[in-house]
């Protein structure tokens, strides 16, 4: 593609040098320039991209995208200076890919939880509508059926434009996007135009990025904000922070709720751990999804669905066919009549969530029993919180570690530890191996009680000091319950 192409639509302050060279690839790695490449220089928190432009045009990159000129111009190559390279770069890999996030129909979901299972759910509903669907989630990336393995919360501009330009290639119409806060903090969206954006709930998450919850909330309103006025934008209205998305954005605005009237509105009927019957404006219909939170997940799949013009009825006769999301309050009962939940709740919101969905649907002649820790080198605030949370609302809880990473797991837990209140002192031990904590819960289980596993959910890997050991709760929980039960 030529470099003056590419720069369509893009505020360019100065160019030096041809601007109808061929460009054979966009790179904002230094290390990864190839002969003809287009390096985009970026200033980062820890390296600045504006030292590598010398080395880059001696790999062979054909042009450079830059805040500043270097002193040196080497005639062989193109300067092009704009603001702000991190929000060009978006623009230039929509250029470069054809703007396929125009062809599509390209929906975002954004919030604390409930993003990759209202993603993975609307991809799937769609899937039992009849149509190939694209989806870009923590867990997995998905083109129709083809699987691509997923590396960040959301990945690079260039890789998004890559994966869209796929899904436009093979013919798909919509794609699902799970739109995490680092990702709007990093420019990793600009560029997209997304056809609608929904909003799931706002809470204690991220500090450890955003530094303060002020600061996380601005960051994701700015997904909003970024809208066009052909998108819709559809908020939780339970959610304190939800209208406060809503403000500045020039989208059509949609509002989804259980406990106050909106476009969408919910009520739960029934529920029990097989699944639950539930009202979406006006229509009943069963679910084997459970919890309140899945409620709310669904509703809002119910309100983008209808606001891209389906029919109603056929959203709900399509959500009726869903299975649950792998990790997110997968249920299964042992032969000995123990019955275990694994979920990705890792946040206190989330667990206060879980714990709340488990306790609605328990007679209380059943006891609680949950293993749960916090991450290493993640928010420190959140882990007294999840302490208190986790001993109050469990019959006993097991404090133990969830991904390390380069902290010690026993200072993780003496922090979890110190939200615990007084009167709840009896109800946890602490177990720093996470087979021994899950092997612990088996041990106290007696048939009917209910053990859950929290904070990894789908993950199959523990990271210990920068290693990444195999690690599956769902898997551990299995082997041994086979090897305790003989």
């Known amino acids: 593609m030529q470099l003056n192409d590419l720069l369509k639509r893009i505020p360019v302050l100065e160019i030096h040098g041809d601007d109808t060279r061929e460009i054979s690839e966009l790179v904002f790695d230094s290390r990864k320039i190839t002969e003809n490449s287009l390096y985009i220089a970026m200033r980062g928190t820890v390296v600045d991209g504006h030292s590598f432009i010398a080395s880059s045009a001696e790999k062979g990159a054909k042009a450079i995208v830059c805040e500043e000129f270097p002193e040196n111009l080497d005639e062989k190559v193109t300067y092009v200076k704009v603001k702000d390279s991190s929000k060009t770069l978006g623009q230039l890999a929509s250029n470069f890919f054809g703007n396929p996030s125009e062809k599509l129909k390209l929906i975002g979901v954004t919030g604390t939880n409930g993003k990759t299972s209202v993603s993975t759910l609307l991809f799937d509903v769609f899937r039992n509508l009849g149509y190939d669907s694209a989806l870009l989630s923590t867990v997995e990336i998905r083109v129709g059926e083809k699987v691509i393995p997923a590396t960040h919360t959301t990945p690079d501009v260039i890789t998004i434009n890559k994966i869209l330009a796929q899904a436009v290639e093979e013919g798909c119409e919509f794609a699902f996007m799970e739109v995490s806060s680092h990702g709007i903090a990093q420019n990793r969206i600009e560029g997209l135009h997304f056809k609608v954006a929904g909003f799931t709930n706002l809470t204690h998450d991220h500090l450890d990025y955003h530094k303060t919850f002020e600061e996380y909330l601005k960051t994701k309103k700015r997904f909003f904000d970024q809208l066009e006025d052909s998108a819709v934008a559809i908020t939780n209205i339970d959610d304190k922070n939800g209208n406060v998305m809503l403000q500045n954005t020039k989208a059509t605005k949609r509002s989804y709720a259980l406990k106050t009237m909106a476009d969408y509105h919910g009520r739960l009927l029934e529920v029990d751990f097989n699944g639950m019957l539930l009202n979406f404006n006006g229509k009943e219909f069963w679910t084997t999804l459970t919890g309140k ?21 056929e959203i709900l006769q399509a959500i009726s066919q869903l299975k649950r999301v792998s990790g997110r309050f997968e249920t299964f009962k042992s032969d000995g009549g123990i019955f275990f939940i694994v979920d990705y709740a890792h946040t206190p919101d989330a667990l206060e969530n879980i714990l709340d969905s488990i306790n609605d649907i328990r007679t209380k002649n059943e006891r609680l029993i949950t293993v749960f820790g916090c991450g290493g080198d993640r928010d420190h605030s959140k882990r007294p919180e999840m302490g208190n949370i986790a001993t109050k609302k469990s019959t006993l809880a097991i404090i133990t570690s969830d991904n390390p990473r380069t902290e010690d797991p026993a200072a993780i837990i003496k922090e979890i530890e110190a939200g615990v209140e007084p009167q709840n002192f009896s109800k946890y031990t602490s177990i720093p191996d996470r087979k021994e904590a899950i092997k612990m819960a088996i041990k106290f289980a007696e048939p009917k009680d209910i053990v859950l596993v929290a904070g990894k959910g789908h993950e199959t890997y523990q990271e210990i000091n920068g290693v990444k050991h195999h ?6 929980i299995n082997e041994l319950w086979k090897l305790m039960s003989k």
Not at 471 to 476: L, M, R
């Open 471 to 476: 690690f599956d709760d769902k898997e551990t």
């Open 293 to 313: 939170f899945n409620v709310y997940n669904l509703l809002l799949v119910f309100g983008i669905a209808s606001e891209l013009g389906f029919e109603q009825d």
